[in-house]
Nanobody
Framework: QVQLVESGGGLLQPGGSLRLSCAAS????????VGWFRQAPGKEREFVAA????????HYSEFAHDRFLISRDDAKSTAYLQMSGLESEDTAVYYC????????????????WGRGTQVTVSS
């Protein structure tokens, strides 16, 4: 049974940092690209960052490029999203996705999805 389980979300003040985790099981994680997406209330799900299988290549959205860092630990079948300089506009449910051996910036480019973790940035 394929599972992606996100964790690490929470409530924090503007300017804070947070590390999200995505624990995978039920498929060959090391062969899969991993993407992080987010969805704010009333908005479409949007691409945040992605990492190629093996970790040799990463891709970021424009808003994440200077503040977020995606990484993976294939020995633990886990991917991470380190976020810093968080702003209220970053408030959203964050999802990880996986399942294919190529990186995609679109929702349709992934077969497996987690249920998400809530990140709320507020003073």
């Amino acid at each position: 049974q394929v599972q992606l389980v996100e964790s690490g979300g929470g409530l924090l003040q503007p300017g804070g940092s947070l590390r999200l985790s995505c624990a995978a099981s039920g498929f060959t994680f090391s062969n899969s690209a991993v993407g992080w997406f987010r969805q704010a209330p009333g908005k479409e799900r949007e691409f945040v960052a992605a990492i190629k299988w093996g970790g040799s290549s990463t891709h970021y959205s424009e808003f994440a490029h200077d503040r977020f860092l995606i990484s993976r630990d294939d020995a633990k079948s886990t991917a991470y999203l380190q976020m810093s300089g968080l702003e209220s506009e970053d408030t959203a449910v964050y999802y990880c996705a996986a399942g294919r051996n190529f990186v995609s910036v679109t929702v349709g480019g992934y077969d497996f999805w987690g249920r998400g973790t809530q990140v709320t940035v507020s003073s």
